[in-house]
């Protein structure tokens, strides 16, 4: 009966001894492999910080890194500063051309000019054919009247005018419809409209002509120069009616 119990100790004692050399075989094969893998990320993560400063090292060798080589404090103000400036254009330009319909796609979001399914030969002036600069610019005359040989209409696909201008056109600059606020016409919008220049230079003219009066008044005692108690009430007299006249409304 002994002998059956102390085998039985014997056997439990190897199992217990088997259980745990298999549990101390098993963390050291797992702290191998967590150092396998460790050491693995450590070498990718240096292999990406060298290419980074690879990278990095190229674009400061060719002028477009944060600090490129000799380049002053004062220059790289100016180089961000016209980065600001054109990153703030661009997104401006964005932001009008947000409601405007492209005569030649049809697509919102730009104008005629800058549409993306354009051709060389609509990135020139209409008047000249310059490539220069574009028709608003042309030494020729920037207005969109008159002869136009370089201009193909998108409408009609013949040259000579603009879609604006087309025969065929009943609905002019206005692709949805519509017409310019101050004089109804539809072949150009309400910025370019010469009504507008017309009513600016009457004012300028009537503003003038108050000018002008005012100093022929001021003339008449004696040509707006005062001696002292000479004229002062007269004058100020008169200053007072010309400030009290009432400005007219015109209407066109």
């Known amino acids: 009966m002994s002998m059956e119990r102390e085998d039985s100790i014997d056997k439990t004692a190897r199992r217990r001894e088997s259980r745990l050399r ?12 967590n150092r396998a893998t460790a050491n693995q990320k450590k070498k990718q993560k240096k292999a990406k910080e060298s290419k980074d400063e690879a990278k990095a090292l190229a ?6 890194g944060p600090n490129p080589p000799g380049m002053s404090k004062s220059d790289r103000k100016e180089k961000y500063t016209k980065k600001a400036h054109e990153k703030s254009a661009a997104k401006n330009r964005k932001k009008q051309h947000k409601d405007t319909v492209c005569f030649q796609c049809r697509e919102k979001g730009h104008a005629a000019v800058d549409c993306p399914n ?9 008047r000249c054919g310059s490539n220069e600069h574009r028709l608003d610019n042309c030494p020729k005359g920037s207005d969109r009247t008159g002869s136009l040989p370089f201009a193909t209409c998108f409408i009609c696909k013949e040259t000579g005018h603009l879609s604006s201008k087309c025969p065929s056109n009943s609905k002019g600059v206005y692709i949805n419809g519509g017409s310019c606020k101050l004089c109804g016409g539809i072949d150009h919008v309400e910025s370019r409209c010469t009504i507008a220049d017309k009513r600016a230079s009457y004012f300028e003219r009537k503003k003038r ?27 100020g007299e008169t200053e007072e009616k010309i400030a009290k006249k009432k400005k007219k409304n015109v209407i066109f």
Not at 59 to 64: A, Q, T, V
Not at 118 to 126: A, E, Q, R
Request: glycine content about 16%.
């Open 22 to 33: 298999k549990k101390q075989q098993l963390a050291s094969e797992g702290k191998a492999m």
């Open 59 to 64: 674009k400061r060798s060719e002028g477009f």
């Open 118 to 126: 354009n051709d060389s030969s609509n990135k020139i002036c209409f």
């Open 209 to 235: 002509q108050r000018d002008e009066e005012a100093i022929e008044r001021m003339g008449e005692y004696g040509g707006g120069v005062m001696e002292e108690g000479e004229g002062g009430d007269e004058i």
